[in-house]
């Protein structure tokens, strides 16, 4: 199946607050895959992470607020990384280097 086919059929067919993605793809006969690499390589957003879905809820809220806290996760990380590195540095010059030996 040609990707522009795909696509074309997956904006008017599907619909994600009545069928799976996984049904979607059965009935298209192209894996799950497939439509998930013909979508991102022609920049096409699913449909999940579109506008209001049902129950007035965001779609993909869910995806960018567990990125968002992952981020910021991450950054607390590295800032406390920054910091334990500085602090052995410090450690270093008052006492030298660690022992190798020590428990």
């Known amino acids: 199946m040609r990707e522009i086919e795909i696509i074309e059929r ?3 067919e599907y619909d994600p607050d009545t069928g799976t993605v996984d ?17 991102q390589k022609h920049g096409v957003v699913p449909k999940t992470r ?4 049902r129950g007035g809820s965001v779609a993909g809220l869910d995806d960018e607020l567990t ?11 590295v800032n406390q990384l920054h910091e334990a590195r500085v602090e052995l540095a410090k450690y270093r010059e008052l006492y030298g280097p660690l022992d190798d030996d020590a428990p």
Do not use: I
Request: charged share 30%; hydrophobic share 45%.
């Open 23 to 39: 049904e979607f793809v059965q009935k298209l006969g192209v894996s799950r895959q497939r439509l998930y690499n013909v979508l």
């Open 67 to 77: 990125e968002r806290m992952a981020e910021m996760a991450l950054g607390f990380l």
């Open 10 to 12: 997956y904006e008017k």
């Open 50 to 53: 579109r506008g209001v879905r």
